[in-house]
């Protein structure tokens, strides 16, 4: 089983921009915040291009050939992860996500688990990771009421090639300015805190689901530094940005060649993040890679390469 391109979903929120379409040749409309470059969640979900496979759904995919994701998968379970790239132009809503537990009884859905690699970041751009200071449900409460909840937030600057893990129940907020690649949990449940008194495009503020939100943040300051070491090797940097029972993710910068293995355990995503251009190439397949290209590599697929000058992210599961 060969790999092959997915075609991305794209989402247009109100507080997105324009880099997916002028740095990844990403379609759609005038505004573009994300792409779901690898996702079989049924809020948005990756088609297969190219090769046997073309046309197909992801999802139907993986029912059909679970083997493809890896010997633990079986049709008909909930495919894992899910990759997006985010494009920020305005800050996003303060927000939290909730765990497996609370999100599986009240949502019919995964909770939220995530990483952020920040691609790229304008001067002074900051997010919210978190408070500054600890506070018990109830005054979480009256400062959402009262107003006042910002002031309370920590903020952190960020540059690019930051990385930052979010648990559930972390309060967080992508500033304006950033654009990252997120991984996360196959998941779209997202409780809202505060949204700067927006209107969504019915003309209406956007719904806050306060409630749900104080049940699941955990209110304590918790700490954004999470130090990422590269190792260098035959012309090729590596950095581990992930590693956590839902996904492992790695971001390899090359000049020349990189050599992968896919075996029966986990597929891999191969997402191009940077770079000038090169190759994905596995047993009788070529691939070429461009700024946002998406590749799944089944399981089993044995020993591919990356060629080329390339800036990559590759996500694999447990």
Not at 3 to 17: E, N, T
Not at 196 to 203: I, K, N, S, V
Request: aromatic share 10%; net charge negative; glycine share 10%.
């Amino acid at each position: 089983m060969r790999p092959f391109y997915l075609k991305a979903p794209v989402k247009d929120y109100i507080w997105g921009g324009t880099r997916l379409r002028e740095l990844f040749g990403k379609e759609g409309g005038d505004r573009l915040a994300e792409s779901w470059e690898l996702s079989c969640h049924p809020d948005g979900e990756c088609y297969i291009m190219g090769g046997e496979f073309d046309g197909m759904k992801l999802s139907d995919f993986v029912n059909e050939h679970p083997e493809a994701v890896g010997s633990g998968f079986k049709s008909g379970d909930s495919f894992p992860v899910l990759v997006k790239l985010i494009d920020a132009k305005n800050d996003l809503s303060v927000q939290v996500h909730p765990n497996d537990e609370y999100a599986h009884k009240y949502e019919n859905d995964n909770g939220k688990t995530e990483m952020w690699y920040v691609i790229d970041a304008a001067p002074d751009s900051e997010l919210i990771y978190g408070f500054n200071e600890e506070l018990s449900k109830e005054e979480f409460r009256k400062a959402i009421e009262n107003n006042t909840l910002m002031e309370k937030l920590r903020r952190v600057p960020v540059k690019q090639g930051d990385v930052f893990f979010i648990e559930p129940g972390t309060l967080h907020a992508i500033g304006k300015g950033i654009l990252i690649a997120e991984i996360q949990q196959s998941s779209n449940v997202t409780y809202r805190v505060y949204d700067y008194g927006r209107l969504g495009a019915d003309g209406k503020p956007r719904p806050l689901h306060i409630e749900k939100a104080l049940e699941v943040t955990n209110t304590k300051p918790l700490d954004p530094e999470r130090p990422v070491y590269g190792l260098e090797l035959d012309g090729v940097v590596t950095q581990l940005l992930a590693d956590c029972k839902y996904f492992n993710v790695n971001r390899h910068r090359l000049i020349k060649e990189l050599e992968l293995y896919a075996d029966k355990n986990s597929f891999a995503h191969v997402l191009m993040i940077g770079g000038s251009g090169g190759e994905l190439v596995a047993d009788n397949c070529k691939l070429e890679l461009t700024m946002g290209s998406s590749v799944f590599v089944p399981a089993g697929t044995g020993a591919f390469a990356i060629k080329g000058n390339c800036d990559v992210i590759v996500t694999t599961i447990q």
